[in-house]
Every structure is written in structure tokens, then in C-alpha cells.
């Protein structure tokens, strides 16, 4: 049960606009910054969003990232069969057991 | 460019202690400013966080495994490394290290992460 809730698949067709939530609490997103991993099957995670909304060097502006309260939303836009990967929220959680989380993962299909 | 990569047994036996090695090229360790971290995903699931170093050797773990990580950090040979005491099977899975910039936080560099079995 990770700390974190996403959901555990989305899907779109080519193209299209997909967003993935990420949902937890003020001691976490509430009040700390949200960043996003694209895991390609097989490979490494790889940052595609930190700070909430900002893109590493690389990263096409098809790829954004917003936050809200204690939830945090990546959004991709005209996807293509290369996005099909789990995508990963992270951040600090800054209670008692202070410690990073992650969600659990979104399984993106491109259909 | 910033490359880590992991080294270490695949494969380890029930009870004895995984220890896994991250070596760093293209930045010095030694230099501050970030946290080297170690992350874990057992197989078909997400990713679990277990802890990291600053260079000076300030630690910090995931409370749910404290209890038998230790991380360490050797900066003459840009290496820093995990030990995870009395594994069991639970605890295989693919272990990645990974930088954190101190002052910011996300993970910006990870290594291609390498598979430990815990397996008589």
C-alpha cells in the first residue's frame, strides 16, 4: 500500500491527451514539491518532471506537471506508442517517520 | 554527464547480508551538494525508497528497513555502497542507485539498476 494513491492504468490512442493523478496528504504533496519518473519497460526510472511543473533539459513540453492541495497531476499530450511506460509520482512525506515515497505506479497504454 | 553504475552478487542467500556497490563518474562525490540514494523495486511493483548519504556521511533510511541498512560512502573511489542485513526472499528485487541534488528535491540521475535474488 504505497503512501502515495495513482491509478494503476490509464490509456489513450495516438495523439490524444492522457493525465494521471497522484493523490496523499499535506504531510507529503501537501507541503512538499512533487516530481515524476517515466519508466520505459526494462530500463531505469527517468525524471521527466520535478518541483511540481518544471521539465528537465530534454524533456518535450508534451509533458507537464501541476499541483494542487495534496494532489499532483502529470498530463501528456499528443502521446505516441514510445509513452507506453508506468509513470511514478515522488516526494518528501515530513511526518513523524519522515521518509521519500513514491506512488504505486500508472501503467500508461497507448492504444 | 553524470553516469552511475551499480555492481554486486545477484544473488544472495536467506539470512546473510546483500551489499551492493554505486560507482560514480562524470562528478565527484566529494564535491557536496547532493544525496546519494539507493531505491529498490521488487518485481512487477513500484519503487520503494531505502535510504541515502550526503557526502560527509550523514545518513538517512526508510524507517520500514532502518533497522538493517547501512549505506557508506568511500570518496577516493567516487563509490559510494549498501549493505541490507538477514535478507529474505522479500527483499529481492532490482536495486537502483540514484543522486539526489541536495536542495531540490528529486532524483535527476539513476543507475541501470541491478537484480539481487535472495535464494538458497
Known amino acids: 500500500q504505497s503512501v502515495l494513491t495513482q491509478p494503476p492504468s490509464v490509456s489513450a490512442a495516438p495523439g490524444q491527451k492522457v493525465t494521471i493523478s497522484c493523490s496523499g496528504s499535506?504531510?507529503?504533496?501537501?507541503?512538499?514539491?512533487v516530481s515524476w519518473y517515466q519508466q520505459l519497460p526494462g530500463t531505469a526510472p527517468k525524471l521527466l518532471i520535478y518541483?511540481?511543473?518544471k521539465r528537465p533539459s530534454g524533456i518535450p513540453d508534451r509533458f507537464s506537471g501541476s499541483k494542487s492541495g495534496t494532489s499532483a497531476t502529470l498530463g501528456i499530450t499528443g502521446l505516441q506508442t514510445g509513452d507506453e511506460a508506468d509513470y511514478y509520482c515522488g516526494t518528501w512525506d515530513s511526518s513523524l517517520s519522515a521518509l521519500w515515497v513514491f506512488g504505486g505506479g500508472t501503467k500508461l497504454t497507448v492504444l | 554527464q553524470v553516469q552511475l553504475q551499480e555492481s554486486g552478487p545477484g544473488l544472495v542467500k536467506p539470512s546473510q547480508t546483500l551489499s551492493l556497490t554505486c560507482t560514480v563518474s562524470?562528478?565527484?562525490?566529494?564535491?557536496?551538494?547532493?544525496?546519494w540514494s539507493w531505491i529498490r523495486q521488487h518485481p512487477g511493483k513500484g519503487l520503494e525508497w531505502i535510504g541515502y548519504?550526503?557526502?560527509?556521511?550523514?545518513?538517512y533510511y526508510n524507517p520500514s528497513l532502518k533497522s538493517r541498512v547501512t549505506i557508506s560512502v568511500d570518496t577516493s573511489k567516487n563509490q559510494f555502497s549498501l549493505k541490507l542485513s538477514s535478507v529474505t526472499a522479500a527483499d529481492t528485487a532490482v536495486y537502483y542507485c540514484?543522486?539526489?541534488?541536495?536542495?531540490?528535491?528529486?532524483?535527476?540521475?539513476w543507475g541501470q539498476g541491478t537484480l539481487v535474488t535472495v535464494s538458497s
Open positions: 548519504i550526503y557526502y560527509s556521511g550523514s545518513t
Open positions: 518541483e511540481n511543473n
Open positions: 562524470g562528478g565527484s562525490i566529494s564535491s557536496g551538494g547532493y544525496y
Open positions: 540514484a543522486r539526489r541534488i541536495a536542495a531540490r528535491p528529486h532524483f535527476d540521475y
Open positions: 499535506s504531510s507529503n504533496i501537501g507541503n512538499n514539491y
